[in-house]
């Protein structure tokens, strides 16, 4: 299996302009996880999915972060307006049930620079 | 809330030294507990886990223990390789809800 496959890796934007990451998950997994890392917040949980529907997203500013997940195969991310403070690297994550005893297969994550 | 405490770093060792990472956590009933790693420039990967209590992960020379009367998990390795220079994070999850809560991270430097 190829593993969860993100994109693009690296993205430098200006500020104010619209900007969306793309994931997609191991096949078969139910659940996809956004996360953002900064070195200030550490690990911060964005959103998740199950079977691709939203659970949770009261990690997101949701004035200008929105969350996709049009089938089992494909997520998005999008930031509109982008703001320097979302400079971070942003992971993707899928796994399958039963959650507490499947590990989180991670991409290796899109790092964004907002100037 | 439920939550899990680490240790804070950054940690330097120089290589065949002793490992142990601390890990602490919060939360009712009975969590099952996770160490990841993720090395630079990648996403965070499964090191081992326990499901309940007594079990004993282990992998790659790795181990913890899932001790619930201390509600640790600490993890240990008998002799460190440059190559294990990364950042750790320990993690719970629990039956009664569909997210993953890690810690803060600790960053781990072996020099030769």
């Known amino acids: 299996d190829a593993g969860v496959i993100q994109s693009p890796r690296h993205e430098v934007t200006e500020m104010g302009q619209e900007v969306t990451l793309r994931c997609k998950p191991i096949?078969?997994?139910?659940?996809l996880f956004w996360y953002r890392q900064t070195m200030m917040q550490g690990l911060e949980l964005l959103v998740y999915?199950?079977?691709?529907?939203?659970?949770?997203d009261s990690g997101m500013p949701k004035d200008r972060f929105s969350a996709k997940m049009p089938n089992a195969s494909f997520s998005t991310l999008k930031i509109q307006p982008s703001e320097p403070r979302d400079s971070a690297v942003y992971f993707c994550?899928?796994?399958?049930?039963?959650?507490?005893?499947?590990?989180?297969?991670f991409g290796n994550g899109t790092r964004l620079t907002v100037t | 809330g439920d939550s899990v405490t680490q240790m804070e770093g950054p940690v330097t060792l120089s290589e065949e030294a002793f490992l142990t990472i601390n890990c602490t956590y919060t939360?009712?009933?009975?969590?099952?507990l996770f160490w990841y790693v993720q090395y630079p420039g990648e996403g965070l990967q499964l090191l081992l886990k326990?499901?309940?209590?007594?079990d004993k992960g282990s992998n790659k020379g790795f181990e913890a223990t899932y001790r619930k009367e201390t509600t640790s998990f600490h993890l240990e390795k008998g002799s460190v390789q440059v190559s294990d220079s990364a950042v750790y994070f320990c993690?719970?999850?629990?039956?009664?809800?569909?997210?993953?809560?890690f810690g803060p991270g600790t960053s781990l430097s072996v020099i030769p």
């Open positions: 096949s078969g997994h139910d659940y």
């Open positions: 999915f199950n079977n691709k529907a939203v659970m949770d």
């Open positions: 326990a499901t309940k209590a007594d």
């Open positions: 994550a899928s796994s399958f049930q039963p959650l507490y005893n499947s590990p989180l297969h």
């Open positions: 939360a009712t009933g009975y969590p099952s």
């Open positions: 993690a719970l999850t629990k039956t009664s809800y569909d997210k993953v809560i």
